[in-house]
Structures are given as C-alpha cells and as structure tokens.
Nanobody, 126 residues
Framework: QLQLVESGGGLVQPGGSLRLSCAVS??????IGWFRQAPGKEREGVSC????????HYGDSVKGRFTATRDNAKNTVYLQMNSLKPEDTAVYYC?????????????????????WGQGTQVTVSS
C-alpha cells in the first residue's frame, strides 16, 4: 500500500512561488495526482503525472503556472507553483496508485486514486 506525505505548504503573497513535495513510500510504477480543496468547494484536480513521467496533465486553472515533476530515486513528486493567486488558497493533497492507465487522459479524477496523503495548507494572501 502506498503511503504519501505532503510538505512545503505555507503562506505566500500573491505573485509568489511555493514548491510542494510529496514523499512516496514506493514511487516506482505509481502515478501521482495533485488535488486541492478550498473551504466550501469540491476537490479539484491540479496535476497528474504518469508512472513513467512521460505524461503530465494539469487543471485548467493552473496551466502555465504549476509544474509537476517526479524523482524516482528520491521517491518524491514535486509541484512547483508560480504566479500564485488568492484563489489558489486550499489544502493540497497528493494521491497515488499503481493502476494501469492513470494520468493518460487530461480528465483525471480523484476517484481514480486509492491512496492519499494528509494534505498541506497553502494560503495566498497579502
């Protein structure tokens, strides 16, 4: 069973940057998604990186600003967040699974992932 632990959240001013990390118990062969949830809103897909790292998809609201990468040697997936906006404020979660075909379609969903981290808070405010 995958275990995932997020870190790197915090308070940042609008226009600033943060890098989140997701430490995974065994990243080899796992596809990893990043999701976020703001108070009173549904969970939203941020990015999805395939097990090989060859395919990465992003939610429309973060395209061009966020970049997901993976380092299998360190069992870690990163989410680099640039040009942050107040509407990016949310709890960010990473999720993983070994199922075939994950992160192939741009329409990735939280329901595809069985294993989740505890989340890390990101607050964008002046």
């Amino acid at each position: 069973q995958l275990q995932l632990v997020e870190s790197g959240g915090g308070l940042v001013q609008p226009g600033g940057s943060l890098r989140l990390s997701c430490a995974v118990s065994d990243l080899d062969g796992a596809s990893i998604g990043w999701f976020r949830q703001a108070p009173g809103k549904e969970r939203e897909g941020v990015s999805c990186i395939s097990s090989s790292g060859s395919t990465t998809h992003y939610g429309d609201s973060v395209k061009g600003r966020f970049t997901a990468t993976r380092d299998n040697a360190k069992n870690t997936v990163y989410l680099q967040m640039n040009s942050l906006k107040p509407e990016d404020t949310a709890v960010y979660y990473c999720a993983g699974d070994y199922l075939f075909g994950l992160c192939v379609s741009p329409a990735f969903s939280a329901y595809e992932f069985r294993h989740w981290g505890q989340g890390t808070q990101v607050t964008v405010s002046s």
